[in-house]
């Protein structure tokens, strides 16, 4: 069986930084594209960060550009996003989501997802 399993969300005062975890099994992890998507009330699903199957290629959306890094660790099939300088804006349900294309932006390219995790930013 297939499983994403996202972890790591929570409350967080604006400023502040949370590290979230993507753990896999169920598949090839080493052959697989990793991304972060998140969803805010009312707004569409959007692709904030990706990381190719070897690590080597990463996308961040501007909107994280500079804030969040991505990460993995293929020996324990676990891919991460540190977040910091976390603002308001960024306050949603983050996916972890698997494609076998090599840095794909948009959801369709997915094979599979994540239950999600809540990130809130708020003082």
């Known amino acids: 069986e297939v499983q994403l399993q996202a972890s790591g969300g929570g409350l967080v005062q604006p400023g502040g930084s949370l590290k979230l975890s993507c753990a896999a099994s169920g598949f090839t992890f080493d052959d697989y594209a990793i991304a972060w998507f998140r969803q805010a009330p009312g707004k569409e699903r959007e692709a904030i960060s990706c990381i190719s199957s070897s690590g080597e290629s990463t996308y961040y959306a501007d909107s994280v550009k500079g804030r969040f890094t991505i990460s993995r660790d293929n020996a324990k099939n676990t891919v991460y996003l540190q977040m910091n300088s976390l603002k308001p804006e960024d306050t949603a349900v983050y996916y972890c989501?698997?494609?076998?294309?090599?840095?794909?932006?948009?959801?369709?390219?997915?094979?599979?997802w994540g239950q999600g995790t809540q990130v809130t930013v708020s003082s």
């Open positions: 989501a698997a494609s076998g294309w090599e840095v794909p932006r948009t959801a369709s390219q997915y094979a599979y």
